[in-house]
């Protein structure tokens, strides 16, 4: 980014070092006034934003088909190119949990549900009436039986579900970052240890994950407008559209990556896919739990 006014001062303001230029040699600062004028700051905003838009934009149409071209891209050093894929995932993280939200979906199992909650509410006095599940009182679970017990005089068995979801919903970002690692660290199992370092596989790791997270924001707004419109049928159908495209991108990723046969890539690509929907399955075992014991 060019413009301001550069100072009569050449000492960088930010390390001292002697300033020849416009751009401090030592630490890459520019050298201008630091008291600017309204439109240099918005030209300065404009540009810089811009440049972002640029590289954030053409990454958001790899994401959509071929995740590992970003990962090719990076790995080969052409690092300015594209936003750098920490940032990405944060950046589209977020707006995932944002979205995901306000796109918010009632399908027929969240009608059937709130048709119960309001059957319960006229049919029962006492709230807690309705949760009727028990756990036996021994030691190692009797905190979660009083948890249930205490829950139960204040919500209706609905009621404390949904809760849960809430719940599980504002702790699944950190439980998925938290994931990343563990998806990487199977990437680095099946593949050549000598070849492929584990940060190699955590840079797919991370654009691999924002693209799954992009896909589904984008199936949820989809959704969205679809069952507004009353069109039941067109969402199902999209949704299996999405898990055969998601599962497809997931091996052509693999087989983009790495380089190996389409025969080892389809085994060992299985063997992932199901190691990985298995510590998934524990991470949302726990975090159901964890939820569980949050809500009050």
């Given at each position: 980014m060019s413009g301001g006014h550069l100072r009569t001062n050449t000492s960088c303001e930010n390390c001292g070092q002697e300033v020849l230029l416009r751009f401090c040699p030592n630490c890459g600062q520019e050298n201008v006034e630091t008291r600017q004028s309204f439109h240099y700051l918005f030209t300065h905003f404009i540009e810089d934003f811009t440049h972002y838009e640029n590289g954030f934009w053409k990454?958001?149409?790899?994401?959509?088909?071929?995740?590992?071209t970003l990962t090719k891209t990076y790995l080969e050093g052409k690092r300015k190119k594209f936003v750098v894929p920490v940032k990405l995932f944060i950046f589209i993280n977020f707006i995932f949990f944002l979205l995901f939200g306000v796109f918010k979906?009632?399908?027929k199992e969240e009608v059937h549900v709130k048709?119960?909650?309001v059957t319960n509410k006229t049919n029962i006095d006492n709230k807690g009436a309705n949760f009727d599940f028990e756990i036996d009182k021994d030691n190692s679970l009797y905190f979660l039986q009083d948890?249930?017990?205490n829950l139960s005089k204040k919500y209706t068995k609905e009621e404390i579900l949904k809760k849960?979801?809430?719940?599980?919903?504002?702790?699944?970002?950190?439980?998925?970052?938290?994931?990343?690692?563990i998806f990487a660290f199977l990437l680095w199992l099946f593949h050549n240890k000598r070849r492929w370092w584990f940060f190699e596989h955590g840079i797919f790791t991370f654009h691999?994950?924002?693209?799954?997270?992009?896909?589904?924001l984008l199936s949820r707004?989809?959704?969205?407008?679809?069952m507004r419109l009353h069109l039941d049928v067109l969402d199902d159908f999209t949704d299996l559209i999405l898990f055969v495209?998601?599962?497809?991108?997931?091996?052509?990723?693999?087989?983009?990556?790495y380089l190996e046969s389409k025969w080892k890539t389809f085994v060992k690509g299985t063997f992932l896919l199901l190691l990985n929907l298995f510590f998934l399955g524990i991470m949302l075992s726990f975090l159901v739990l964890l939820s569980f014991i949050l809500i009050h």
């Amino acid at each position: 980014m060019s413009g301001g006014h550069l100072r009569t001062n050449t000492s960088c303001e930010n390390c001292g070092q002697e300033v020849l230029l416009r751009f401090c040699p030592n630490c890459g600062q520019e050298n201008v006034e630091t008291r600017q004028s309204f439109h240099y700051l918005f030209t300065h905003f404009i540009e810089d934003f811009t440049h972002y838009e640029n590289g954030f934009w053409k990454a958001m149409k790899y994401l959509l088909y071929s995740p590992v071209t970003l990962t090719k891209t990076y790995l080969e050093g052409k690092r300015k190119k594209f936003v750098v894929p920490v940032k990405l995932f944060i950046f589209i993280n977020f707006i995932f949990f944002l979205l995901f939200g306000v796109f918010k979906v009632d399908t027929k199992e969240e009608v059937h549900v709130k048709d119960l909650e309001v059957t319960n509410k006229t049919n029962i006095d006492n709230k807690g009436a309705n949760f009727d599940f028990e756990i036996d009182k021994d030691n190692s679970l009797y905190f979660l039986q009083d948890k249930i017990d205490n829950l139960s005089k204040k919500y209706t068995k609905e009621e404390i579900l949904k809760k849960i979801g809430e719940e599980m919903y504002r702790q699944l970002p950190k439980a998925l970052f938290f994931y990343l690692p563990i998806f990487a660290f199977l990437l680095w199992l099946f593949h050549n240890k000598r070849r492929w370092w584990f940060f190699e596989h955590g840079i797919f790791t991370f654009h691999f994950f924002s693209s799954l997270l992009l896909l589904l924001l984008l199936s949820r707004i989809f959704s969205f407008i679809v069952m507004r419109l009353h069109l039941d049928v067109l969402d199902d159908f999209t949704d299996l559209i999405l898990f055969v495209y998601l599962l497809v991108l997931f091996y052509k990723s693999i087989y983009q990556m790495y380089l190996e046969s389409k025969w080892k890539t389809f085994v060992k690509g299985t063997f992932l896919l199901l190691l990985n929907l298995f510590f998934l399955g524990i991470m949302l075992s726990f975090l159901v739990l964890l939820s569980f014991i949050l809500i009050h």
